[in-house]
């Protein structure tokens, strides 16, 4: 176990990152919700949310926008002593930079089959040949997590339906209406 | 196979990421350089080196550089149709943003046994269970950007060995000098 794990509230925490998920959710991003928070104090050092739309770039993941905003606050790019919250299972990419900021923990909250890349997928957080390993906690407010990001691909579907079908009725000619 | 292979000039793309990973050495930044290729017509879209160190950014690797300037430049996330050139195989980080990204093919020069996620220590840019997969050729120029890296660690090395050299003395008594 890392410095000071025994004085953070994980549900506290993800609570924290499941607002950020739900920021995500209503700019019609799929929601996901991260905050980094240091070990020592309980300090929230940064928060981030999926903006990968909205900015058009594809490395805007939560995860991302949480260590960049801290490595910018903090202008220092070890994050040693803090612990990473976030609402699904890191992808590759998250997982790796959570690693080359050599950050202690990771708390998540529901796994991801299709990409998670800290037990689904791969295990990139703590393999034995790379040269820092974090410590993981996953399944805090699980059904939370997952629920949030049920209901953004239900409400996705529907309203695909619903284009589809609106754009079929404009494609009818005037006679079948 | 993707679109447009057979066009580009493989040595001549990476001479360019090794100007890259040359400006990263300058600023005393491991050297990796990055570019990014349109297999269409064979234009630079963009270019990356190293900048951990000088933006005190862990994510600021050469490859994450050259995605996040092609995307701010084309605006939009989705980079199919590309080919990343760069000098070192990338980490988890940068293999899982090339995938984040849906870029077409890989081309790196040398292997990295330590964090190398390509083929060395993860294999994530072509993993069975992900819903895109990258080409990947690998070991051009491989000796010029294997060079480079030996270079520029055995020049730290001496530095280091130096500065220790300096303080040891600083330290000692007058009498002893």
């Known amino acids: 176990m890392c410095k000071g794990d025994k004085m953070l509230d994980d549900e506290k925490y993800m609570t ?13 991003e799929v929601p996901i919700g991260a ?8 300090t929230v050092v940064s928060r981030g949310h999926n903006l990968r739309e909205t900015r058009q770039d594809a490395t805007a993941h939560a995860e991302m926008e949480a260590i960049r905003a801290a490595t ?3 202008q220092r790019w070890r994050l040693t002593g803090m612990t990473l919250y976030v609402t ?6 998250c997982a790796g930079a959570l690693v080359n900021s ?5 708390v998540y ?9 800290v037990e689904s997928v791969f295990n990139v957080v703590s393999h034995r040949l790379l040269n820092h390993r ?4 996953a399944g805090v407010l699980e059904e939370e997590c997952r629920r949030l990001m049920q209901d953004f691909f239900k409400m996705r579907r529907q309203q695909n339906r619903a284009k589809k ?9 005037d006679s079948m209406e």
């Open 72 to 74: 910018a606050a903090l």
């Open 102 to 106: 050599r950050i202690d923990r990771l």
């Open 134 to 137: 974090i410590a993981v906690t």
């Open 16 to 28: 924290l990152a499941l607002k950020e998920a739900e920021k995500a959710y209503l700019m019609g």
């Open 109 to 117: 909250g529901s796994h991801e089959s299709k990409f998670g890349a």
């Open 88 to 93: 699904i299972e890191p992808c590759a990419m």
């Open 35 to 42: 905050v980094l928070v240091d070990n020592e104090d309980g």
């Open 165 to 173: 079908k609106a754009s079929f009725q404009e494609a009818l000619p």
